[in-house]
């Protein structure tokens, strides 16, 4: 329990003190007109309440990431609290901070046009690809895994269920953010929260025993906790999928500062919410062995909602499982229309506009639906954590083009590029050639980026001064 507490307050105090440091490296500045007021068009860039963008932000980059990825964490034991902190604090939320931002200070660019404008062409080119796929294979998994659920629950065929989810995924995209995301996202972001204080409230007054942090591996198959845990658990604690939804509330803050309560204190929360899901699966069912026997994370979510809260938590149980994942396809699909738009810079003011790329996005996404990707699938999470990287080196490039400490991204970069190829190398859908020769190869490229980005970063750094120099007729 004294962990879980301590875990808490550093998430708190990370907030209260980092999340300003973070902002004042930046150099946030309300005197800057945003995106919301500068190209107000009333669909995309619309000014909301921060309160409300807040809520929506959390909603967006949550739905099921904090929740099922904490449970699959929980195998490790209590050690996923120190990534679930060190991670939200000094990864994950500067990550989200810096997409939202950067986002913000050049008029509402999507993730693929931000990475470009910092690592070059050919690296926007590759995002712009990379993200769209990402977004649209997240938006299919969220069409398809909450319209299986509810099948099992009513035993009505999925495929009502599935047409019902793609026609709100059609309006949720194409209509103004204000018209439906506006509305229902900070009710369905607000439930979560109430879910995540009513399950830790049980366990507490239930006299669960909550572990405390220990270094030990308690994975029940004894799978290393490097790399595996830092790609298990993303969404609580950094998910390069974040980054391609931050420019959604890019596009509608009314001041630069609010940018900090909306993109910080939004993973920040996230981060609550997996510490409260991953101790609830450890001390609910006593150890990472009964955890891991116990079933899907569906089947963990339920049993213990409904334990712990009875017929109210049966109802969150479903919030939690479905109505989360399909409020994050949504935007997935409205942040693949936006990544077009931008690559090929189609305004989107008018309804046309709009259908001219989500219908072909659909088209995609449903016939994906008929498909078994699960080998493809089983690649989103390495994916995810190597979109989060990019992310993070573009951060640190821009902050050392600025003269500005990059070390807050570079640092963080360089620990997710030593997660990212040790996995792949590792892992049994990447190279499969064991942790002897990962581990080692991993640190090395994650050092080698690091010294070739001070000297990519220097070199650009000093021929612009030069251009600078020679422009000036010095």
């Not at 901070?97 to 690592?119: A, D, H």
């Not at 996005?361 to 190597?386: E, K, P």
Request: proline content about 4%; some cysteine.
């Amino acid at each position: 329990m004294v962990s879980f507490l301590l875990s808490l307050v550093a998430l708190l105090l990370g907030y209260l003190f980092y999340s300003k440091l973070v902002e004042r490296i930046f150099g946030a500045n309300d005197s800057i007109e945003t995106p919301a007021k500068r190209i107000h068009d009333g669909v995309d860039f619309v000014e909301l309440d921060w309160k409300r963008a807040f809520l929506i932000q959390f909603l967006n980059i949550a739905g099921l990431g904090p929740i099922f990825g904490a449970i699959a964490g929980a195998y490790w034991g209590p050690s996923a609290f120190l990534w679930i902190v060190l991670g939200s604090i000094f990864a994950g939320a500067t990550h989200d901070y810096f997409s939202g931002m950067l986002s913000v200070r050049n008029n509402g660019e999507t993730i693929g046009e931000i990475v470009g404008r910092y690592l070059g062409t050919s690296a926007k080119t590759v995002m712009r690809i990379f993200s769209v796929i990402l977004l649209v294979l997240v938006g299919v998994v969220f069409m398809s895994g909450p319209a299986g659920l509810l099948e099992n629950m009513t035993g009505i065929n999925q495929f009502f269920f599935l047409a019902l989810i793609i026609v709100y995924y059609i309006f949720a995209t194409v209509l103004p953010i204000d018209k439906i995301i506006g509305k229902i996202y900070p009710i369905f972001g607000a439930a979560l929260l109430i879910m995540g204080v009513g399950i830790i409230g049980g366990i507490i007054i239930g006299g669960y025993t909550i572990p405390e942090i220990t270094f030990t591996n308690m994975h029940p198959t004894g799978k290393s906790i490097f790399p595996y845990l830092f790609v298990t658990i993303a969404c609580g604690a950094i998910s390069g999928f974040h980054a391609t939804q931050s420019p959604l509330m890019a596009r509608c803050l009314k001041t630069e500062k609010e940018g900090r309560r909306v993109f910080y204190g939004a993973m920040i929360t996230e981060g609550v919410v997996a510490l409260i899901w991953a101790a609830a699966a450890m001390s609910f069912y006593g150890s990472t062995e009964a955890l891991s026997q116990a079933g899907t994370q569906a089947v963990v979510v339920n049993e213990i909602s409904r334990t712990l809260l009875g017929p109210v938590g049966g109802i969150l149980a479903v919030l939690g499982v479905v109505a989360a994942p399909i409020t994050s396809g949504d935007t997935a699909f409205r942040s693949a229309r936006l990544a077009i738009a931008d690559a090929f810079n189609i305004k989107q003011d008018k309804f046309s506009a709009r259908f001219a790329i989500a219908i072909p996005l659909f088209v995609v996404g449903i016939a994906l639906c008929f498909i078994d990707f699960t080998i493809i699938w089983r690649y989103f999470a390495w994916s995810n954590q190597t979109l989060a990287t990019i992310a993070l080196w573009t951060s640190a490039t821009y902050l050392y083009k600025n003269n500005k400490p990059h070390w807050i991204a570079s640092i963080p970069a360089t620990f997710m590029t030593a997660v990212v190829v040790s996995y792949i190398i590792i892992a049994p859908e990447g190279l499969r050639l064991g942790e002897q020769i990962g581990t080692p190869v991993g640190l090395g490229v994650a050092i080698f980026t690091f010294a070739f980005f001070l000297y990519k970063a220097h070199q650009a750094k000093q021929y612009g001064l030069a251009s600078a120099g020679a422009s000036s007729g010095k």
